[in-house]
C-alpha cells in the first residue's frame, strides 16, 4: 500500500538554469551523528550553499544549573557529550573547584587523569568506528566497538554505569579504584596498543580511504583557528595547542605525553592525530596506574551530596538518614566564594569551557558552556561550501561532532 | 605576559574605554564600555606582544539579580586566549538595558557567527553588522530569551506550536497511518542513548 505522503514528494525536474536543488538532510540522517540537519543548496553533487540547523536536543542546561546546587547540576554534565561524560564531569568539577577554592588530594587528581584518558579512548573508538562506517569501511566499526565493549564494561564496575557516569565529584572522586579494576586495566592496556595497529592496517594505506580523506576539507592552521576549532581538528592544521599541555590540570603535569600534530589540515591529517592520540592515551593511563599515589580520594571542604563516607555506618540504611541529606543539599546555606572563572579543559572533541558566575550563592548564578561540538558545527558551513556532497559526510565525521554537547 | 600586565597595556592604549579591573583565582578580568570593543579585540589580537589569536568563548550575562553595584543590566564576556605567547585574559563589555546591542566581532574571528546567534537567542543581545542573526537552538518562532533572570524556568503554557503538531498527527490518521497497530507488528531494536 502506498501511502500518501509518498504520493506528494516532490521529484526536482532539471529545469534551463541547470540542475540546482536543495536538500534537507538529516535530522533522521545516519551520517548526521545524531540529529544535526543540513539544508543544502546544490548544484548536481557541488555543494553552494550548506546551513546546519541544530537545536533538536536541546534541554537548556544553562538555565537549569542556575536553579540547582553545584552539587546537583554535575550531573547535567553526563548529558553533554554522552560518549565522553567523564571528561565532562571532570571539566565541570574542575572549574567549580577553582570558583570555590576547593581543594583535591593527589590520587584523585590522578584517579581523574586516568577515567579521563579512557574516555578519550573511548570517544576515539567510536569515532574511528563511525567516521569509517560513513566513508564505508564496515570493519573497523566491529573491531572497535569491541574494545570499546571492554572499557565501558571497566568503566561499569568502577561506578556502576555505562554511559552518564558522575563518578568525579566537586573535590575528588565519588569512590576508590579497586585492586581487579586496576588488573583488568592493565590487561586491556597489554593488549590495546597492537589493537590500534589492527585498525591501522585495515584502513592506513587503504586506496579507498585515502581517496575520501587525503586533500579532502582541507584547512589551514589560521583557518581553523579563525572557526574557533579546537582539538584534533585544529591540531591536524598544525597549531600545537592541547589544553593538557598549556594550562595542565589534574595530574598532567605529572605524566609524560605528546601532542601530535598533523599539517595537511585535510581529514586525513586529522585522522592520523587521533590515531597518535590514542596511542598517548594509553601511554598516559599506563603511568597513573604506575604512579597512582595513596590517600583520601574526596577533600574534606567538598561541598557534596552527604556521601556514605560521611554518614555514620549505623544509620547508613535508614531512609531517614538519607532524607536529611537531600533536604541539606537543597537548602545547603554555605557561604561560597564569589567571583567568575573561565576554566577550559581538554575534551575528546576539543576545548570544553566552564565560565561560572558565583554571587555566594549555592546556586551558580551563570553558567556557560563553551562547548567544542557546537563551534564545529557552526565551521561546517564554511568547510563544506564547494566541495562534494559525499565529502559533508566524511567532513561531518572528521570533524567529531556530538549533538547532545552542542544543543545543550 | 602577565595578566596584569596586559591590563596596564589596555588602559595605556584605551584610557576612556576601561571602567574597571580585577583578579579572581588567578584570572584577570576588564570590564569595559561597549563602543568600541570591535577596535579593542583587533588590537589584542594583532599587537605583536599580546597575539590574542583565539576566541575562547563569547557569552551573555543578565546582570539583573547580580549583587556587585555599578553594573550595567547585561554585559557580553569575551575570554581570550595566545596560543603562541600563552596568556589570557577576560573583557566584561556592559550593555544597557534598553534595546541591549553591540558590534560583532565575526569580522575579527568568524567563528564568531554562531556563538553570537546563540548570545542573541538565549539572551536577546542583539550584534550590530552581524551576517545572519536568528536563532539557532530555539524554534524560529519562539517568544522570550530563556537566560534572561525574569524568563520563568517553567511555563505556564503548552508551546504554541505542540497543538498545531497535534493537528498535523491528527491529520495523518486520516490516512489510515496507525501508530499503535505498526507497534505491535515489530518491536523495534534497542534504543542505545549514543550517536
Given amino acids: 500500500m502506498t501511502s500518501p505522503t509518498q504520493q506528494t514528494l516532490e521529484v526536482p525536474v532539471a529545469d534551463g538554469e541547470g540542475e540546482r536543488y536543495s536538500l534537507r538532510m538529516g535530522p533522521q540522517h545516519p551520517a548526521t551523528h545524531g540529529v544535526l540537519r543540513v539544508d543544502l543548496e546544490l548544484d548536481g553533487e557541488t555543494i553552494i550553499e550548506c546551513k546546519p540547523q541544530v537545536g533538536y536536543l536541546h534541554r537548556g542546561f544553562e538555565k537549569l544549573a542556575e536553579n540547582r546546587t553545584y552539587a546537583q547540576a554535575l550531573i547535567l554534565t553526563d548529558r553533554l557529550d554522552y560518549i565522553a561524560a567523564m571528561a565532562n564531569n571532570v571539566g565541570y568539577c574542575l572549574a567549580v573547584e577553582k570558583l570555590l577554592g576547593i581543594s583535591v588530594p593527589l590520587r584523585a587528581k590522578y584517579i581523574r587523569t586516568l577515567v579521563c584518558e579512557m574516555s578519550r579512548l573511548c570517544s576515539h573508538l567510536l569515532w574511528l568506528a563511525t567516521h569509517a562506517l560513513d566513508i564505508g569501511a564496515m570493519t573497523v566499526f566491529l573491531y572497535c566497538f569491541r574494545e570499546r565493549e571492554i572499557l565501558l564494561d571497566l568503566f561499569e564496575e568502577l561506578c556502576g554505569a555505562r554511559l552518564t557516569f558522575s563518578y568525579p565529584r566537586i573535590g575528588g572522586v565519588r569512590q576508590d579504584v579497586t585492586s581487579h579494576f586496576i588488573n583488568e586495566l592493565q590487561r586491556f592496556l597489554d593488549i590495546f596498543p597492537s589493537k590500534i595497529e589492527e585498525y591501522e592496517t585495515l584502513i592506513d594505506t587503504n586506496r579507498i580511504w585515502l581517496k575520501r580523506t587525503v586533500g579532502v576539507g582541507k584547512l589551514s592552521g589560521e583557518e581553523a583557528l579563525a572557526l574557533g576549532l579546537t582539538g584534533a581538528c585544529l591540531r591536524g592544521s598544525g597549531v600545537d595547542y592541547d589544553l593538557r599541555k598549556h594550562q595542565p590540570y589534574d595530574a598532567y603535569d605529572q605524566v609524560e605525553f605528546e601532542v601530535p600534530l598533523g599539517s595537511d589540515g585535510d581529514i586525513y591529517a586529522r585522522y592520523r592525530c587521533r590515531m597518535e592520540e590514542m596511542h598517548q592515551s594509553a601511554r598516559i593511563i599506563q603511568q597513573c596506574i604506575d604512579q597512582l599515589p595513596p590517600g583520601p580520594i574526596i577533600g574534606p571542604d567538598a561541598p557534596d551530596l552527604v556521601m556514605p563516607n560521611k554518614i555514620p555506618a549505623r544509620i547508613e540504611a535508614d531512609s531517614s538518614a538519607y532524607g536529611t541529606g537531600l533536604i541539606r543539599l537543597i537548602r545547603d546555606r554555605t557561604p561560597y566564594l564569589t567571583g567568575d572563572v573561565y576554566l577550559a579543559t581538554e575534551v575528546p572533541k576539543g576545548e570544553l569551557g566552564f565560565y561560572f558566575i558565583s554571587d555566594g550563592n549555592n546556586r551558580p548564578y551563570r553558567m556557560h558552556i563553551r562547548s567544542p561540538s557546537f563551534i564545529h558545527i557552526g565551521a561546517l558551513a564554511a568547510i563544506a561550501k564547494g566541495e562534494l556532497i559525499a565529502d559533508l559526510i566524511a567532513n561531518i565525521g572528521s570533524l567529531d561532532v556530538v549533538l547532545g554537547e552542542s544543543d545543550r | ?195
Fill in chain 2, 1 to 195: 605576559m602577565e595578566q596584569v600586565a596586559i591590563t596596564e597595556r589596555m588602559r595605556a592604549e584605551f584610557p576612556d574605554e576601561i571602567l574597571s579591573s580585577y583578579s579572581n583565582q588567578g584570572q584577570t578580568a576588564v570590564i569595559v564600555r561597549p563602543g568600541r570593543i570591535v577596535e579593542m579585540l583587533r588590537w589584542l589580537r594583532d599587537s605583536d606582544d599580546l597575539r590574542m589569536n583565539h576566541l575562547r568563548s563569547l557569552c551573555g550575562v543578565d546582570n539583573a539579580r547580580r549583587k556587585d553595584p555599578g553594573l550595567s543590566r547585561f554585559e557580553v564576556v569575551y575570554n581570550l586566549y595566545s596560543i603562541p605567547l600563552r596568556h589570557e585574559i577576560r573583557l566584561r563589555a556592559e550593555v544597557g538595558d534598553k534595546d541591549p546591542a553591540i558590534d560583532s566581532v565575526v569580522g575579527l574571528w568568524c567563528g564568531a557567527d554562531w556563538l553570537e546567534r546563540e548570545t542573541y537567542d538565549l539572551m536577546g543581545i542583539r550584534f550590530n553588522n552581524h551576517p545572519d542573526l536568528r536563532r539557532v537552538l530555539l524554534p524560529e518562532d519562539w517568544v522570550g530569551h530563556p537566560l534572561r533572570k525574569e524568563y520563568p524556568l517553567k511555563g505556564k503554557v503548552e508551546w504554541a506550536g505542540m497543538t498545531e503538531l497535534l493537528e498535523q498527527v491528527k491529520e495523518l490518521d486520516k490516512f489510515g497511518f496507525d501508530p499503535e497497530g505498526h507497534a505491535h507488528g515489530q518491536a523495534g531494536p534497542d534504543q542505545e542513548e549514543e550517536e
